[in-house]
């Protein structure tokens, strides 16, 4: 009984995808990675926190500092691959919410694409 | 050894390469998106004003200029947003014509934040009357309400829009007066792209401000100024 | 082969509408999918026509669900034992009709999904934010009614029930029509003649809706409906359209009168192609004349006639909503009195407008909605009029 527990663990463990750690966590592609503005363990706790009531901030009293805004939050980590924080399995934020299969509604509306890239690209 | 051991020997060997990985680029090389970090406050209340006699027949620097700066595409059916459009006018007494650009009057009593039923059209302290997108649901209430038709509906899936200038299908977006260049203390892109400077932009509140003296001299009237709106766009010449 | 039984005939009629009635309701929510999918672009409404065929069903829809509780109203408020008998299914066809008219306007947002956020962030100044409250509230309050005529013990208070309904359904049907009167802008709407307009046309349409609805369910039963019910129903519905005639001959003559409406007029009773035409044949012909000698005229009169003058009443409904929200839009906004216009976004130009499948099929569902939820509430439930022996 106990050795076919501990070969169905080992099958599961083998079986994750090549984006998964051995402990289960999604593997992200950072970006620049770097010094983010808050720990990333408060960040991981906090980020929707953030989202939801700092944006309501930055649209109706127009507080748009770096640490304040979206655009600064894609600059840093957008993947250096592909310049976008969506739309690969192992992006910042796409990585964790597909494992957590949590629909991302954000970028219905806000570009993706790290601003710089798109300014090099149009000049 | 345990199968605890082992777990712990892999946990630490990760965290251990996961920091260095973090912290081995080292250099923080981002890019401060510069802004403002106090709130706006209705000391202040943007307008423009605008000379139709400059305004030239023809011309669609503004629209292009706003067109480019906010991402639009610059089509022009009926299901393309446009947030600026060129207006030509005949006097139908007299036979006069002149041309004018029209966009969101950015009204003191805006009639689309009376009618929003959950608050996304909104009028900022410093006046400039926005939509937040976070809140719209697409009802389109605003659209009927507002007296300039000002306002577009997203029709259909967007991409590679404006970082500065978020805009998604089912939401209703209009003229923003370029807040977010205004916020950085630039002027709205149709005022600084006017090859003639028909587009004054300005603080109406402050006396001393070019557009507070020039509306003080010259004849400048509000569109429908009879619905008692008192827009933040005037124009001279009509 | 023996014929089979009444019960199995009816059973066969009920199965058959529930299958026919879920198709509907699948067709809209597939509608409501694929609009969802790939947005606005695939209806016919753009940045001049902003509300379209959909809205033209949800209005009828919600001011129908307030008018059918006439019925009930005077019965209850009135006193007047015929139609005492019919309230619990005008209570239900009430319900249904409001569920249908919601389902179809929340499912045209352009964000549907974001329901949650009309829930939680209320506008004091907007209408349709007051509308959420309303309209909600008065499922429950029909709700409640209903459980005071249907439950013996609760009898005594279906009274007072029956007071609140008629209350809120006049502030219901008031929030509706200011929906309109409070666009200032617009040449078609900015007046207050339309809250009682629409309270009138509820009643009309009320009316029109309770006989299609009482007609089909005594057919498919074998009720026989009592001639004098009949006859007293008829001539309120009757009166009802001519009082809705009048609100509509008093909105055109006022705006006819005045020099800057006189285009607007011209362009929705002349020339405005469509406009004109669905008006005074969908309208004036169809959903008045015609059913006012139906009704009226001494040789005529009788259940087939009755019926008929329902259905056109409400496709006069129908004709009156799409001149009044779609013709009243497809006029360009006067933004320079006294200047001809013209520009890229259709300024001083008439707005085009063609109603596309998609938006049909989700209006279509929305009545599917109130179809199905008649249809299982009568089978379910004692809605049918228990008919009170007349003695005349």
């Given at each position: 009984?106990?050795?076919l527990?501990?070969?169905?663990?080992?099958?599961?463990?083998?079986?994750?995808?090549?984006?998964t750690?051995?402990?289960?966590?999604?593997?992200?592609?950072?970006?620049?990675?770097?010094?983010?503005?808050e720990?990333?363990?408060?960040m991981?706790?906090?980020?929707?926190?953030?989202?939801?009531?700092?944006?309501?901030?930055?649209?109706?009293?127009?507080?748009?500092?770096?640490?304040?805004?979206?655009?600064?939050?894609?600059?840093?980590?957008?993947?250096?691959?592909?310049?976008?924080?969506?739309?690969?399995?192992?992006?910042?934020?796409?990585?964790?919410?597909?494992?957590?299969?949590?629909?991302?509604?954000?970028?219905?509306c806000h570009s993706?694409?790290?601003?710089?890239?798109?300014?090099q690209?149009?000049? | 050894?345990?199968?605890?051991?082992?777990?712990?020997?892999?946990f630490?060997?990760?965290?251990?390469?996961?920091?260095?990985?973090?912290?081995?680029?080292?250099?923080?090389?981002?890019?401060?998106?510069?802004?403002?970090?106090?709130?706006?406050?209705?000391?202040v209340r943007?307008?423009?004003?605008?000379?139709?006699?400059?305004?030239?027949?023809g011309?669609?620097d503004?629209?292009?200029?706003?067109?480019?700066?906010?991402?639009?595409?610059?089509?022009?059916?009926?299901?393309?947003?446009?947030?600026?459009?060129?207006?030509?006018?005949?006097?139908?007494?007299s036979?006069?014509?002149?041309?004018?650009?029209?966009?969101?009057?950015?009204?003191?009593?805006?009639p689309?934040?009376?009618?929003?039923?959950?608050?996304?059209?909104?009028?900022r302290?410093?006046?400039?009357?926005?939509?937040?997108?976070h809140?719209?649901?697409?009802?389109?209430?605003?659209?009927?309400?507002?007296?300039?038709?000002?306002?577009?509906?997203?029709?259909?899936?967007?991409?590679?829009?404006?970082?500065?200038?978020?805009?998604?299908?089912g939401?209703?977006?209009?003229?923003?007066?370029?807040?977010?260049?205004?916020?950085?203390?630039?002027?709205?892109?149709?005022?600084?792209?006017?090859?003639?400077k028909?587009?004054?932009?300005?603080?109406?509140?402050?006396?001393?401000s070019?557009?507070?003296k020039?509306?003080?001299?010259?004849?400048?009237?509000?569109?429908?100024?009879?619905?008692?709106l008192?827009?933040?766009?005037?124009y001279?010449?009509? | 082969?023996?014929?089979?039984?009444?019960?199995?005939?009816?059973?066969?009629?009920?199965?058959?509408?529930?299958?026919?009635?879920?198709?509907?309701?699948?067709?809209?929510?597939?509608?409501?999918?694929?609009?969802?999918?790939?947005?606005?672009?695939?209806?016919?409404?753009?940045?001049?026509?902003?509300?379209?065929?959909p809205?033209?069903?949800?209005?009828?829809?919600?001011?129908?669900?307030?008018g059918?509780?006439?019925?009930?109203?005077?019965g209850?408020?009135?006193?007047?034992p015929?139609?005492?008998?019919?309230?619990?299914?005008a209570?239900?066809?009430?319900?249904?009709?409001?569920?249908?008219?919601?389902?179809?306007?929340?499912?045209?947002?352009?964000?549907?999904?974001r329901?949650?956020?009309a829930?939680?962030?209320?506008?004091?100044?907007?209408?349709?934010?007051w509308?959420?409250?309303?309209?909600?509230?008065?499922?429950?309050?029909?709700?409640?009614?209903?459980?005071?005529?249907?439950?013996k013990?609760?009898n005594?208070?279906s009274?007072?029930?029956?007071?609140l309904?008629?209350?809120?359904?006049?502030?219901?049907?008031?929030?509706?029509?200011?929906?309109?009167?409070?666009?200032?802008?617009?040449?078609?709407?900015?007046?207050?003649?339309?809250?009682?307009m629409?309270?009138?046309?509820?009643?009309?349409?009320?009316?029109?809706?309770?006989?299609?609805v009482?007609?089909?369910?005594?057919?498919?039963?074998?009720?026989?409906?009592?001639?004098?019910?009949?006859?007293?129903m008829?001539?309120?519905?009757?009166?009802?359209?001519?009082?809705?005639?009048y609100f509509?001959a008093?909105?055109?003559?006022?705006?006819l009168?005045?020099?800057?409406?006189?285009?607007?007029?011209?362009?929705i009773?002349f020339?405005?192609?469509?406009?004109?035409?669905?008006?005074?044949?969908?309208?004036?012909?169809?959903?008045?004349?015609?059913?006012?000698?139906?009704?009226y005229?001494?040789?005529?009169?009788?259940?087939?006639?009755?019926?008929?003058?329902?259905?056109?009443?409400?496709?006069?409904?129908?004709?009156?909503?799409?001149?009044?929200?779609?013709?009243?839009?497809?006029?360009?906004?006067?933004?320079?009195?006294?200047?001809?216009?013209?520009?890229s976004?259709?300024?001083g130009?008439i707005?085009?407008?063609?109603?596309?499948?998609?938006?049909?099929?989700?209006?279509m569902?929305?009545?599917?909605?109130?179809?199905?939820?008649?249809?299982?509430?009568?089978?379910?439930?004692?809605?049918?009029?228990?008919?009170?022996?007349?003695?005349?």
């Amino acid at each position: 009984m106990l050795k076919l527990f501990a070969l169905l663990a080992a099958l599961c463990m083998c079986a994750s995808a090549d984006a998964t750690e051995s402990y289960g966590m999604p593997k992200l592609d950072i970006g620049k990675g770097g010094q983010c503005v808050e720990e990333p363990q408060w960040m991981r706790k906090n980020h929707m926190k953030v989202l939801f009531q700092q944006r309501d901030e930055t649209v109706h009293q127009g507080i748009r500092d770096g640490k304040y805004s979206l655009k600064n939050c894609i600059e840093c980590h957008a993947s250096l691959r592909d310049n976008s924080v969506i739309g690969r399995a192992d992006s910042f934020c796409e990585g964790c919410h597909r494992y957590e299969a949590v629909k991302i509604d954000c970028f219905e509306c806000h570009s993706s694409k790290r601003s710089s890239a798109l300014v090099q690209k149009e000049h | 050894m345990s199968d605890t051991n082992v777990q712990r020997r892999q946990f630490l060997k990760t965290s251990v390469g996961a920091a260095a990985v973090a912290i081995a680029p080292g250099m923080l090389l981002f890019d401060m998106a510069h802004g403002k970090s106090d709130p706006v406050s209705s000391k202040v209340r943007w307008g423009m004003l605008i000379d139709t006699a400059n305004c030239a027949d023809g011309c669609n620097d503004c629209v292009t200029a706003c067109n480019k700066e906010n991402g639009l595409s610059g089509g022009l059916s009926p299901t393309d947003s446009q947030w600026m459009r060129k207006v030509e006018l005949k006097d139908m007494r007299s036979g006069r014509t002149l041309a004018l650009p029209m966009m969101c009057q950015h009204c003191e009593e805006p009639p689309c934040v009376d009618v929003c039923p959950t608050g996304a059209s909104f009028k900022r302290a410093d006046g400039i009357v926005l939509v937040d997108k976070h809140l719209c649901i697409g009802c389109r209430y605003c659209m009927m309400a507002c007296p300039y038709k000002a306002r577009s509906f997203v029709h259909e899936p967007l991409h590679d829009q404006k970082p500065d200038v978020p805009r998604g299908k089912g939401t209703v977006e209009s003229c923003t007066m370029c807040v977010h260049r205004v916020d950085k203390g630039q002027q709205p892109a149709c005022a600084e792209a006017c090859p003639n400077k028909s587009i004054m932009f300005g603080n109406l509140n402050d006396p001393e401000s070019e557009i507070s003296k020039k509306i003080r001299t010259v004849q400048s009237t509000q569109i429908r100024a009879d619905l008692g709106l008192n827009t933040g766009i005037r124009y001279q010449g009509i | 082969m023996t014929s089979h039984s009444p019960l199995r005939f009816k059973n066969r009629i009920y199965y058959s509408l529930v299958a026919a009635g879920g198709l509907v309701v699948l067709m809209g929510l597939y509608a409501a999918h694929m609009m969802e999918e790939h947005g606005h672009i695939i209806t016919g409404m753009n940045n001049q026509i902003v509300w379209g065929i959909p809205h033209v069903f949800a209005i009828f829809l919600i001011v129908t669900a307030s008018g059918v509780l006439n019925v009930s109203s005077i019965g209850s408020v009135f006193n007047k034992p015929d139609y005492k008998a019919r309230a619990p299914l005008a209570g239900l066809l009430s319900i249904a009709m409001l569920a249908g008219g919601l389902t179809v306007l929340m499912l045209d947002l352009g964000r549907p999904d974001r329901i949650i956020v009309a829930m939680t962030h209320f506008n004091p100044t907007s209408v349709f934010a007051w509308n959420i409250f309303l309209y909600s509230g008065m499922f429950a309050a029909v709700a409640l009614y209903l459980w005071t005529m249907m439950e013996k013990r609760m009898n005594p208070w279906s009274k007072p029930a029956g007071l609140l309904v008629f209350v809120w359904r006049f502030v219901l049907t008031t929030g509706t029509g200011v929906i309109f009167s409070f666009l200032v802008a617009r040449q078609a709407y900015g007046t207050a003649i339309l809250p009682p307009m629409f309270i009138v046309m509820s009643f009309a349409w009320g009316m029109a809706v309770f006989h299609v609805v009482q007609a089909a369910i005594y057919e498919w039963n074998g009720k026989l409906l009592d001639a004098y019910a009949q006859k007293r129903m008829k001539n309120l519905m009757g009166i009802f359209v001519i009082a809705t005639l009048y609100f509509v001959a008093a909105y055109h003559l006022t705006n006819l009168y005045f020099a800057r409406q006189a285009e607007f007029e011209r362009f929705i009773l002349f020339d405005g192609g469509v406009y004109p035409l669905v008006f005074w044949v969908g309208y004036f012909l169809f959903g008045n004349l015609i059913p006012l000698l139906l009704i009226y005229h001494p040789a005529l009169g009788k259940s087939k006639c009755i019926l008929f003058a329902s259905l056109l009443i409400i496709m006069g409904g129908f004709s009156l909503l799409y001149v009044f929200i779609i013709g009243g839009q497809a006029f360009p906004l006067s933004i320079f009195p006294g200047y001809e216009v013209s520009s890229s976004f259709g300024d001083g130009a008439i707005g085009l407008y063609r109603p596309s499948m998609p938006e049909i099929m989700l209006g279509m569902g929305a009545v599917g909605v109130s179809f199905l939820i008649t249809a299982i509430g009568i089978r379910m439930l004692d809605f049918v009029p228990h008919e009170i022996p007349k003695s005349r």
